[in-house]
């Protein structure tokens, strides 16, 4: 199955080099480029990509409104957005994950893991960079933003006491392999009890599983 990916980024320069670098995979495939937020967005309702590489600092429409409105389309919700940042602005990768991006990396980063970036994003399974997501999450999620609803703890409710215990977990930035470890589980096992928790509480992917525990109460930041 081909990735289909959609490139949003305002310096012309770096989106030709991502596609160059994308479409040389024969897993993947550039469906077109936007230069801003808003263009972003009208593109995914045109092309509806598998997987959005969104720059955060845009003129206009920024990627995180531009993230917030794709994720918000219920046409959209089998689109995730992968969002490109400096990690100097952790408050932005923050907000990124609150309005439902999927992942993130560095614009530094090396072109394989870009390109596994995007594999992962569009699998759904697992968050990028499990150790520096973990200290981000920990630092700001677990701190409620202006949009925290108290009545998510509610939900918590609808799952069972291996689903929270697998979504502890997986918010911690455990992979399924380190879960299944852990709980002498399998991972088949673990990826079974995420996906239920993920379709109980109405997550799209595991990124938003990982915000929900967060805004939800049910991680607090260590000591």
């Known amino acids: 199955m081909t990735i289909r990916v959609l ?39 045109v092309h509806h990509p598998d997987v959005v590489v969104m720059d955060i600092r845009m003129p206009g429409t920024d990627g995180l409104a531009a993230t917030a409105a794709i994720c918000a ?33 560095g614009k530094n980063t090396t072109a394989e893991a870009l390109l596994d970036g995007i594999r992962t994003v569009a699998s759904g399974e697992a968050l990028l960079s499990p150790a520096a997501t973990r200290t981000l999450i920990t630092r700001f999620l677990a701190t409620p933003g202006p949009d925290a609803d108290p009545a998510l703890r509610g939900l918590l409710g609808t799952l069972t006491a291996r689903e929270r215990e697998v979504m502890v977990l997986a918010a911690d930035g455990r992979s399924d392999t380190e879960i299944a470890a852990e709980l002498f589980l399998s991972p088949l096992t673990v990826r079974t009890h995420i996906q239920r928790a993920k ?8 990124a938003q599983l990982v915000v929900f525990a967060y805004r939800a109460g049910l991680m607090r930041p260590p000591g």
């Open 199 to 206: 379709t109980k509480l109405g997550a799209r992917d595991r």
């Open 73 to 105: 389309d219920p046409g959209l919700r089998a689109t995730r957005v992968l969002v490109l940042t400096t990690f100097q602005t952790d408050e932005h990768v923050a907000r990124a994950l609150r309005v439902g991006a999927s992942g993130f990396l």
């Open 7 to 45: 490139l949003a980024d305002d310096q012309a320069l770096l989106r030709a080099t991502f596609r160059i670098l994308i479409d040389s995979c024969e897993d993947m495939d550039v469906v077109d480029e936007a230069d801003d937020g808003a263009r972003a967005v009208e593109l995914a309702r």
